[in-house]
């Protein structure tokens, strides 16, 4: 549990507000069961902190500002589930783009020494929790550009988790980052 002197952290790519509008829709339409994420909480994690203390912030932001990625296409066009009933929507290939991103910032937080989950990288989109049926398969099909990623903060408040946005930083256009110098 996150008090005032740490955080509960994680990297993500925020989902646009018109794409989260029509994810919802189509999930409420859908016989999911579970606990529905709120709109405002969809997104897709790169990298899950967990709760890291809140002297480390500056140097998580400073972290992130160094990481170059090209920004890129992301289609969620299938229904997984994980775990104890998270019912997802993921990537049926995940664009290169998006694991050089995940792979750089794990990279860059290993150097840190913040510890993230041993299992390989598997991009989602958490849209339900605890539901009791196993979802999967394919499904509608959602795609939007990907052009900035976001340091959030997870707090519980009497209205449920709410996200809070503590940086965001730009991926670059394919053409200028090729021409980047490599880190």
């Avoid at 579970?34 to 405002?40: H, K, S, T, Y």
């Avoid at 140097?59 to 066009?77: C, I, K, P, Y």
């Avoid at 290993?110 to 989950?117: E, F, M, P, R």
Wanted: proline share 7%.
């Amino acid at each position: 549990m996150a008090t005032e002197d740490t955080l509960r952290l994680f990297f993500a790519l925020p989902c646009p507000p018109e794409q989260a509008t029509a994810i919802c829709s189509w999930r409420d339409r859908q016989a999911l069961g579970g606990r529905p994420v709120a709109l405002e909480n969809l997104h897709l994690t790169l990298a899950f902190l967990g709760a890291q203390p809140a002297a480390r912030l500056d140097a998580l932001r400073h972290l992130a500002a160094g990481v170059t990625s090209d920004s890129f296409e992301l289609t969620l066009n299938r229904l997984i589930t994980l775990g104890k009933g998270f019912v997802c929507l993921a990537p049926s290939e995940a664009p290169p783009a998006l694991l050089q991103l995940a792979g750089s910032l794990a990279e860059r937080l290993g150097a840190l020494s913040i510890v993230l989950d041993s299992r390989p990288y598997l991009p989602h989109m958490t849209l339900a929790r605890q539901a009791h049926s196993q979802a999967q398969g394919a499904a509608a099909s959602f795609s939007w550009r990907a052009e900035r990623f976001v340091l959030y903060r997870s707090q519980n408040t009497a209205d449920g988790v709410r996200y809070q946005e503590l940086g965001s930083w730009p991926l670059q256009a394919p053409e200028t980052a090729t021409s980047a110098a490599p880190n």
